[in-house]
């Protein structure tokens, strides 16, 4: 995609930080203007996040303006605000292949650029690794300069403050700017959010400040007496004195759209000594009036013309896995007052908003907040209710010691809905669900299931709710494979595989959505077909008959091969003295990169012709 620069002047001389420094300072409102064009230009044609990046222009403008970078580390938290960021790093003319395959990463990312000095995707990391570097800095006596920018809601995360918390005890000369839109992709939730939205809205501080001062200007001794009591008031109603209680020096808010004021800003707190936070308020979408007026919805878009002032709409298809969970917990909502829903700010990415509005006093957005949500849900499981918790594969990571500790542990009655599992597609490595499989099955008393198709998912979403222990389910991001789910809600043995299809030498045991793939393999090889359903516990009793009648077994999965599915059947088989051989498919042991699902499975020989190669080259050494 070819764009003519003649329409981004200023842009067109900025295309690195340090030609950025070359402009006066009178011309960056212009240069974020074109900017901000560019962004829009660029991710309407080929799709990516959006809103975040239009409220983060003039802030990323005024701070590689002001710092040193790459010399003067920047992190940026919550990678979704730094595409205006790749756009001024040198990486403006691959704007356009964001998100794809072997295009620039969605997120900062170390192996791309100098200039992205933390390679991020979730979020609230920030703070923490700025420390870090802020104490590297000290003690090596360099001049190194170091910002944090947090925000779209990532200063929720219990991690954040405990980054805070440390920093304001140890003093490191370092800055931290928190982006405060009030949003993190779905609204910023929490007391938090709500006291700084309350007091700062108000127009009762403020007038009271400017005006005390206005009067008492011309009569010192009272003017100092008013800027006492302002300090006193200021502690009592505004954010500032929660940071400054933490050891930061608090500034703002400020206008986080207007350039000029924030390079005046940055530039002197950049010399200034210890820890400084810097509060400014954007808008998320700035500059786009669709984007603004709804920023959740255009937070990541699919090409669009932005001259419709509209997204395309959705072209009607088969039901997402996340579409059969957002059914289900109304259905089963509707049959037992007991269930508790539970996200860390993912309603609409889990498909909870239908049920957020029938249900909301059983709805819980915790807000960024992973462990949080998961120790919720044993409090709640503790007391008799019933919760079930959606979570996102590669964010149940972060709440893993809760998932031991505090659930599996003390046996209690949760169920996690685990979304965008195994492959996710454009997201890249941060987001790939490759290693739940792995993590969970090592838990005593968690079933672990893995539904093939829409039916099945609805099924055992049932069966791990009923269940009187710690259950998961997880499912693929995107559509199925068009199975209509029953409307009729039954239990599954647990434990039991499914027999798809008799054959004879190989058995191929499928476990979750690559059992569609891995159906012409077997019809083509004249192999047996086993949808494995459960990943703990698994069919004992189907593996030892499968043993007896095959001479070869190939285990297929969308997880990471090391400790997975399939690792599970090599120690059953290995105790079982199993002579027959035995292959394992599923994701290599490294990071997975960005891609469509399609164009990664096909990669990695998971789509029904790289099976079907494997396969054939199995039987080959029977």
């Not at 700025?130 to 910002?147: C, D, F, H, T, Y």
């Not at 779905?186 to 709500?194: F, W």
């Not at 059969?324 to 508790?340: K, P, S, T």
Request: charged residues 20%; glycine residues 8%; aromatic residues 8%.
């Amino acid at each position: 995609m070819h764009i003519d620069m003649t329409d981004y002047p200023l842009l067109d001389k900025a295309n690195l930080p340090e030609q950025l420094r070359q402009l006066p300072q009178e011309q960056l409102p212009q240069l974020s203007q074109e900017l901000r064009q560019f962004l829009l230009k660029t991710v309407s044609q080929s799709s990516g996040h959006f809103a975040s990046g239009l409220g983060t222009v003039e802030l990323t403008v005024a701070l590689h303006y002001v710092y040193n970078t790459p010399f003067d580390r920047l992190i940026w938290d919550v990678g979704h605000q730094a595409y205006p960021h790749k756009i001024l790093t040198g990486r403006r003319d691959r704007m356009h292949t964001i998100r794809q395959k072997d295009g620039l990463h969605p997120f900062p990312y170390r192996e791309e650029s100098e200039y992205d000095v933390l390679s991020v995707g979730h979020s609230s990391t920030s703070i923490s690794a700025a420390l870090g570097m802020a104490i590297a800095a000290r003690q090596a006596k360099s001049q190194r300069k170091v910002v944090a920018v947090i925000g779209d809601g990532a200063i929720t995360a219990g991690m954040a403050f405990e980054a805070l918390n440390h920093a304001g005890e140890v003093k490191p000369d370092m800055l931290v700017i928190l982006n405060d839109n009030e949003m993190s992709i779905s609204e910023n939730v929490g007391a938090l959010n709500q006291y700084f939205a309350r007091i700062l809205s108000g127009s009762f501080y403020t007038s009271l400040r400017e005006g005390g001062k206005k009067i008492l200007r011309g009569v010192p001794p009272l003017h100092e007496l008013a800027s006492r009591a302002e300090e006193h008031f200021k502690g009592m109603v505004t954010p500032g004195t929660f940071f400054e209680e933490l050891g930061f020096n608090y500034i703002g808010p400020i206008d986080g759209h207007d350039v000029l004021g924030l390079v005046d800003t940055i530039r002197n707190m950049r010399s200034l000594k210890g820890p400084q936070l810097l509060h400014i308020v954007t808008k998320k979408g700035k500059g786009y009036a669709p984007a603004e007026a709804d920023p959740i919805g255009y937070h990541a878009v699919s090409k669009f013309d932005p001259a419709q002032h509209k997204q395309p709409e959705k072209k009607a298809g088969k039901p997402s896995f996340s579409n059969i969970f957002g059914q289900w917990i109304c259905d089963m909502a509707e049959q037992d007052e007991r269930l508790q829903g539970i996200t860390p700010a993912m309603r609409e990415g889990s498909d909870l908003v239908a049920f957020s509005k029938r249900f909301p006093k059983r709805y819980f957005d915790v807000a960024i907040a992973e462990q949080h949500a998961v120790t919720l849900a044993a409090g709640l499981a503790i007391e008799g209710l019933k919760p079930v918790v959606a979570i996102y594969s590669s964010f149940l990571q972060r709440g893993y010691d809760q998932l031991i500790h505090d659930v599996a542990l003390q046996n209690l009655d949760v169920l996690f809905a685990i979304d965008r599992a195994g492959i996710v597609g454009a997201d890249g490595p941060t987001h790939q669900g490759a290693f739940d499989i792995s993590f969970m099955r090592c838990i005593p008393n968690l079933v672990v299931m893995v539904p093939s198709d829409e039916n099945e998912c609805r099924q055992m979403l049932y069966t791990g709710y009923q269940y009187p222990g710690p259950a998961a389910v997880r499912y693929p991001r995107g559509s199925g494979t068009g199975v209509t789910a029953s409307e009729q809600m039954e239990l599954l043995a647990i434990g039991k595989a499914r027999l798809v299809r008799q054959g004879k030498q190989l058995a191929i045991l499928a476990f979750g959505p690559l059992l569609a793939a891995c159906q012409s393999v077997a019809e083509a090889l004249d192999a047996t077909l086993v949808d494995m359903r459960f990943v703990k516990p698994l069919d004992a009793a189907l593996l030892h008959q499968l043993m007896a009648e095959h001479q070869a077994i190939l285990t297929v999965e969308d997880n990471t091969i090391m400790g997975g599915a399939g690792s599970a059947v090599n120690e059953f088989l290995l105790a079982q003295q199993y002579a027959g051989k035995v292959v394992n498919l599923g994701l290599p042991d490294e990071f997975i990169k960005q891609g469509t699902q399609q164009e990664i499975y096909s990669e990695l020989g998971l789509d029904s012709a790289g099976i079907l190669q494997q396969a054939s080259a199995l039987l080959s050494k029977i």
